[in-house]
């Protein structure tokens, strides 16, 4: 009985081992990308992305082609027309 206790404990402990070495693991590589991705520096230059981005846009005379103008279009009016029947 002594020896089965002593092994179930070894088990155990091994069972927590490997489950902390595999997604352990997994989790701390996924926080360290999450870090660097989220940094102040990333999140400066994405910032700089998105005006130039914007900057662009407006300096464009078209911006938005003729078809998807109208799908748009359509898509507000029909959800326009579905809040004013739920009021």
Do not use: C
């Not at 089965?4 to 088990?11: A, D, G, P, R």
């Not at 700089?48 to 846009?57: F, S």
């Amino acid at each position: 009985m002594k020896s089965f206790f002593y092994k179930s404990i070894l088990v155990f402990f091994l069972f927590l081992a490997a489950f902390h070495f595999s997604f352990g693991y997994v989790v701390k590589k996924i926080k360290i990308e999450l870090e660097y991705t989220l940094s102040k520096d990333k999140l400066e230059e994405l910032k700089i992305k998105i005006r130039e981005e914007m900057q662009n846009a407006i300096n464009k005379e078209n911006y938005i082609k003729p078809e998807d103008a109208l799908i748009i279009n359509q898509f507000i009016d029909k959800v326009r027309n579905d809040l004013e029947k739920n009021k």
